[in-house]
């Protein structure tokens, strides 16, 4: 009778802990927060200051004893402490979206590869967050989950998830990764190579949130009909004043080139080493994209005719992986499979 009643008045959520964002996706409601994973830290008294948009807005205007944190760094979690505060800053605010929420059952998606350690700190972090029962499954994973791709069937997929810091490769069949692969070239890379470019080629400094604009604005992997041009300022670094400069998309493929050849070459890789049948499945039915790294125009096209295997972009790409760990809490036994570890493995290990 008790835990009737208990279950009535406790939620589920499923937390997307991206390098670049968190979502949280709670059971009946749908997706809830989605921020920047950024936490600002009051360095004085330890304590979390702002997260979220909230806390990347501060970047580069903090006082002294504000330090701003990006928990997850490449796909792992570089700062355990803050992991948790964010975490449970998280679990809260879900809280406040949903009066009923109490100690719920938390499923989490982490980066395919991460050693167990990694997992165990991702696992304690939500445990001491106030998660009652902790479910972990891989993130393309959760996002083919998400994009109803038929995991279960013996039948191969293959899904790239372009994240901030990392990008996850896996081709899946019957429940199962049948073969993965994690890079540390994603979204950040790409921001980087940019402004390393813009400082080695027009000898300008930039911040990231303006290379990202260029990238999100100009950038392509494959010339488009129309060009592309954008005018931008920054720091003339032989002057030390404000400059204005024009970029194309010619500049920004240029940029780009080698970090995206490298993923390209990654992909290829794992595609050598599918087992032959599973890569038939893959060449008819095609490689998904997701993460916001799909977004880069023209990837598909560049993917297509380096690969010869058709790619589509999932639908909602930046969201596949937080409406994936919903489809798992709505339908826990039905993926009961699929998840890496649940909380009796992990907490005996
Ligand atoms: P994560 O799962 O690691 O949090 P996301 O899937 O949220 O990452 O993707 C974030 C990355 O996608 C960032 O590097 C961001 O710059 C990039 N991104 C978002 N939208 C676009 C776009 N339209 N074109 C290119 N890159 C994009
Ligand atoms: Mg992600």
Request: no cysteine.
């Amino acid at each position: 009778m008790f835990n009737r009643l208990y279950r009535q008045f406790s939620n589920d959520i499923g937390i997307d802990l991206g390098t670049a964002n968190t979502l949280v996706y709670l059971r009946g409601r749908g997706i809830v927060i989605n921020e920047p994973s950024v936490v600002a830290l009051n360095t004085k008294t330890n304590r979390v200051v702002a997260v979220g948009m909230e806390a990347k807005n501060m970047m580069g205007r903090t006082p002294s004893h504000i330090r701003i944190v990006r928990p997850l760094v490449e796909g792992v979690i570089s700062d355990y402490e803050v992991t948790e505060e964010m975490l449970s800053y998280l679990i809260n605010k879900a809280n406040d979206a949903d009066k009923k929420l109490f100690r719920p059952r938390v499923v989490i998606g982490i980066p395919v590869g991460i050693t167990n350690v990694e997992m165990r700190a991702v696992y304690d972090a939500a445990k001491s967050a106030g998660a009652r029962e902790v479910y972990i499954v891989e993130e393309p994973m959760a996002a083919a989950i998400g994009v109803q791709m038929p995991i279960h069937d013996p039948v191969g997929s293959m899904i790239i998830d372009i994240g901030g810091g990392t990008t996850d490769i896996a081709v899946i069949a019957l429940s199962g990764i049948v073969r993965a692969k994690s890079l540390k070239i994603a979204g950040d890379r790409l921001t980087q190579d940019i402004i390393s470019y813009m400082r080695d080629e027009f000898k300008m400094l930039i911040g990231e949130k303006t290379a990202e604009h260029i990238k999100i604005t100009v950038g392509s992997a494959l010339p488009d009909e129309i060009p592309e041009e954008i005018s931008i300022k920054g720091r003339d670094l032989v002057t030390g004043l404000p400059r204005e400069a024009i970029i194309t998309d010619v500049d920004i493929r240029e940029a780009m080139y080698a970090s995206i050849s490298q993923l390209v070459d990654a992909i290829r890789e794992v595609l050598e080493t599918t087992p032959p049948e599973v890569l038939a499945d893959i060449m008819q039915k095609g490689m998904m994209l997701a993460g916001g790294g799909a977004l880069i125009r023209n990837l598909p096209q560049l993917l297509e005719s380096q690969l010869k295997v058709p790619v589509t972009i999932v639908d909602d790409p930046l969201t596949a992986v937080a409406r994936g760990t919903g489809i798992i809490l709505e339908n826990v036994n039905l993926y009961k499979d699929v998840l890496v570890e649940n909380t009796d493995d992990i907490s005996f290990r």
